[in-house]
């Protein structure tokens, strides 16, 4: 059973940081690309950065030079670390895995940031 567990989420002040993980199992998670989304109240989830198995990197426009991606494979875990964070990072994030015609998604971990 293929199961992602998100945590690292909270409560930070505007300007803060926060480190989210996404631990999988239930995979060979080094052949799984691990994507990072988020989904503000009354708005569409969005991609907020991707990391392939290869370890290459992109991220959305609106969290460039703030935000970073990065994976262990040994830990079967993908991050995403959070810097200077502004009101509007406040979402639900979530973590996706995906490989040719499988994904899966974790359950969400809320992020709010106070301003």
């Known amino acids: 059973q293929v199961q992602l567990v998100e945590s690292g989420g909270g409560l930070v002040q505007a300007g803060g940081s926060l480190r989210l993980s996404c631990a999988a199992s239930g995979i060979i998670f080094r052949f799984f690309n691990g994507e990072w989304y988020r989904q503000a109240p009354g708005k569409q989830r969005e991609l907020v950065a991707g990391?392939?198995?290869?370890?290459?990197?992109n991220y959305a426009d609106s969290v460039k030079d703030r935000f970073t991606i990065s994976r262990d494979n040994a830990k079967n875990t993908v991050y995403l670390q959070m810097n200077s964070l502004k009101p509007e990072d406040t979402a639900d994030y979530y973590c996706?895995?995906?490989?040719?015609?499988?994904?899966?998604w974790g359950r969400g971990t809320q992020v709010t940031v106070s301003s």
């Open positions: 996706k895995v995906r490989q040719a015609q499988w994904e899966y």
């Open positions: 990391i392939t198995s290869g370890g290459r990197t």
